[in-house]
Antibody, heavy 119, light 111 residues
């Protein structure tokens, strides 16, 4: 059974940093396209970042230069390093397994982890 | 890249059919047959319901169907049931520089 479990969310001050983790089971992270999608409180979904199986990474303009997606193959875990955090980054962050390649769909989702950026 | 446009809310009675529209541009919905639809119940993670415009993942009821015409994609739910009450989001591939763009979401109320 495919399972994704996010962790690492919490309260952080503006300008601070946080690293989110997404532990996967039932499949191999390094063989798949993996993505982060976020949802601000009461708002819609927003794609954040993707890492291809080959290692290429891409970001939404809203986080480019501040966020870094990565993975640890030995731990079968996906990460999102978030720096220079802003109030508008406050959201539930979901990790998702992408099927269908670079143009695919978000097939499996974690339960999400809440990031709150506030002083 | 602007979000795709969805109606804020739709409603229907049990047993009826409803359709949710998702309007994009020639750079996303109109250029690719790569629209997906997600169902989200309050406090839960989204669930994939339709992908590549009209395909259903294993386990999704055939009451859910998708289509596209020009720059607008649609999700139709037939035989409405109480458990269908949720938020629905469309998503389209939008090219290699933007990757994916979501709609603003539609709240479905089953009367």
């Amino acid at each position: 059974e495919v399972q994704l479990v996010e962790s690492g969310g919490g309260l952080v001050q503006p300008g601070g940093s946080l690293r989110l983790s997404c532990a996967a089971s039932g499949f191999t992270v390094s063989s798949n396209y993996m993505s982060w999608v976020r949802q601000a409180p009461g708002k819609g979904l927003e794609w954040v970042s993707v890492i291809y199986s080959g290692g290429s990474t891409y970001y939404a303009d809203s986080v480019k230069g501040r966020f870094t997606i990565s993975r640890d193959n030995s731990k079968n875990t996906l990460y999102l390093q978030m720096n220079s955090l802003r109030a508008e980054d406050t959201a539930v962050y979901y990790c998702a397994r992408v099927l269908g390649g670079a143009t695919g769909r978000f097939q499996h989702w974690g339960q999400g982890t809440l990031v709150t950026v506030s002083s | 890249q602007s979000a795709l446009t969805q109606p804020a809310s739709v409603s229907g009675s049990p047993g009826q059919s409803i359709t949710i529209s998702c309007t994009g541009t020639s750079s996303d919905v109109g250029s690719y047959n790569l629209v997906s639809w997600y169902q989200q119940h309050p406090g839960k993670a989204p669930k994939l319901m339709i992908y590549e415009g009209s395909k259903r993942p294993s386990g999704v009821s055939n009451r859910f169907s998708g289509s596209k015409s020009g720059n607008t994609a649609s999700l139709t739910i037939s035989g409405l049931q109480a458990e269908d009450e949720a938020d629905y989001y469309c998503c389209s591939y939008a090219g290699s520089s933007t990757n994916w763009v979501f709609g603003g979401g539609t709240k479905l109320t089953v009367l």
